[in-house]
Structure formats: C-alpha cells, structure tokens
C-alpha cells in the first residue's frame, strides 16, 4: 500500500513540467476546464512513461521544489520526496504505473486540482490502487506541482 500511495505521488510531480500555452492552457485560460483537463492529462501520460522507462529526472524536473507531500500520513518535503521516488525507482521489480485522472479543475488562475488513482501492475498481473490528489501551480509559462497526496 505505502508504494501504491507514492508512486500516486510520483506521477503527478512528473508531468508538470510542459508549456501549456501549446495546449492553450496558461493561466488566461485557466477558466476553460477542457483546455485545463487536456494539458494536465498531456501531463500526467508523460510521467507515466517516465516511471515506465524509469526516467527519475523527468520526473522530478516537474515538481516545484517548493513542493510538499503526504504519503501514507507521513509529510515529506522535495528533499525527503525525492529520495523515497528515488529509491522505488532503483528496485528491480518496480511495477508499471497507469494513472486514471477522474477530475481536473481550476482553482483561480494560477492554480488546479486533480483528483485520480494510480495503479501501480506488478509483473505478476496483480494491481494496486489508490486515490491521489495533486495541486499544480503555473509559474514561469509552466505548471508545476506543488502538492501532491496518496
């Protein structure tokens, strides 16, 4: 369960890195929850692969290092985050991810909440899942995460 829960985590941080005036999705455009949901979901399939690949700086070049974790009730900061991803990514039989984002929604103009499950499919076929919430920040033309909890 403890790894089911931070590799929620882990994939909302990696895919927080991308333009999303490409999308037509910067901070102007926040209203629009379509334009919202596609760039977040461009995201998100990006940090899937990421971990798939076990690409830990892509992951970790889309979280804001201001950013603060809950992971299994414990509260991690970047550092503390980043070491734990970190140490998932380097074991032999991490699983594949696939994330199921169910709600994408503005929260004022710089800001955006997404609610989802990861799923983290060992090589035996079993499946763990659970719940994530996940707080992007656009800044500097990108959106980053900020907040991340499993």
Avoid at 17 to 31: D, E, R, W, Y
Avoid at 97 to 111: E, F, H, Q, S, T
Avoid at 131 to 149: D, E
């Amino acid at each position: 369960m403890i790894k089911t829960r931070f590799f929620i985590g882990v994939l909302v941080v990696a895919c927080s890195g991308l333009n999303l005036k490409a999308f037509g999705c910067g901070p102007q455009a926040a209203a629009d929850t379509e334009g919202l949901a596609g760039a977040i979901t461009v995201r998100l399939r990006a940090i899937e692969k990421a971990w798939n690949r076990g690409d830990e700086s892509s992951i970790f070049s889309q979280y804001d290092r201001s950013m603060v974790a809950i992971l299994e009730s414990n509260f991690l900061d970047y550092a503390h985050y980043r070491d734990t991803v970190k140490s998932m990514m380097a074991e032999a039989s991490r699983p594949n991810m696939k994330l199921d984002i169910n709600v994408v929604r503005p929260l004022g103009a710089r800001y955006a909440l997404v609610n989802g499950r990861v799923h983290m499919i060992e090589r035996s076929g079993s499946d763990q899942a659970s719940p994530f919430t996940i707080i992007y920040r656009y800044s500097g033309g990108q959106w980053m995460i900020v907040y991340a909890h499993s």
